[in-house]
């Protein structure tokens, strides 16, 4: 599967009208970091601090972006703080079909495929998939039509009940892990579209799974394994995130790489046996 164009990105959060000061406040509070301790990773004073969180002082640019950065605020939020300031946004959102663009999509594309038999995927901040390889097409096999018509969102495919679901295994307990992380994302970015899609899917129905089939052998799991039934056999993964460091656009900063490496000897086994 090829790099899908996602549709428009929502904007940039708009600033509060009370100015710049009570949103960083909000972010340091977030990160239960001290007045003092973050005017020290700044290299600035508490009262300063104090002073910008109240209004009373003006940050300058160069401020404004160094407080994001020891708060670890996301990209499309520290564009957010610059225009609450009165500064210009610093960062660039920039779509994914855009030419300048190119050496990234075609990074990605040869990453995922390296993956292969496994499954890998990107996805966007709202988990709207843009790039996907054999291994994700081949788990989506017998998904109704209408789900798969672009953009394909990830959680809404794992966790319809016309989707993967009735097919994972451990259903409750991967879809209290997604939910949870979208629980953890939502906090992070406060996010509408985001939230929307968090209270569609987790009104979805349950489905009624099969019992948890035991292996042959008992796997001490390292981590909380996927474990979906594809043509009759039992699938594990461990699921693994990548994030692209310090990026210095918003579309780039909120795409992440999903990965589903084999679980256990038995999946790794039947994949290389599936792609070979």
Request: net charge negative.
């Amino acid at each position: 599967m090829s790099i899908v164009t996602p549709g428009p990105s929502a904007p940039v959060a708009a600033p509060a009208e009370q100015g710049v000061g009570p949103l960083l406040r909000a972010w340091r509070e977030r990160r239960r970091i001290s007045q003092l301790e973050l005017a020290l990773r700044a290299g600035s004073s508490a009262r300063h601090i104090s002073f910008v969180e109240t209004g009373r002082s003006r940050p300058s640019e160069e401020m404004v972006l160094r407080l994001a950065e020891h708060l670890e605020v996301p990209v499309r939020e520290r564009n957010a703080l610059l225009l609450a300031a009165g500064y210009a946004p610093r960062y660039p959102e920039t779509p994914l079909d855009d030419p300048s663009m190119g050496a990234l999509r075609a990074g990605m594309e040869r990453l995922i495929r390296g993956y292969e038999p496994y499954p890998a995927l990107v996805v966007d901040a709202r988990y709207d998939v843009v790039a996907a390889n054999r291994g994700i097409a081949m788990l989506l096999e017998g998904v109704p039509e209408e789900l798969l018509v672009p953009p394909l969102n990830a959680m809404r495919l794992t966790l319809h009940p016309r989707g993967l679901a009735p097919r994972i295994r451990n259903l409750r307990e991967w879809r209290g892990h997604l939910l949870a992380q979208m629980e953890r994302q939502i906090a992070l970015h406060r996010s509408a579209p985001l939230r929307a899609l968090y209270e569609e899917v987790a009104a979805y129905p349950v489905p009624r799974t099969a019992p948890d089939a035991e292996p042959e052998e008992p796997v001490p799991y390292f981590a909380l394994p996927m474990q979906v039934e594809y043509e009759g056999r039992i699938l594990s993964f461990i699921s693994s995130i990548s994030t692209f460091n310090t990026p210095m656009d918003v579309t780039v900063a909120e795409l992440a790489i999903e990965t589903f490496l084999p679980a256990d000897p038995a999946t790794a086994k039947h994949l290389q046996e599936l792609m070979s």
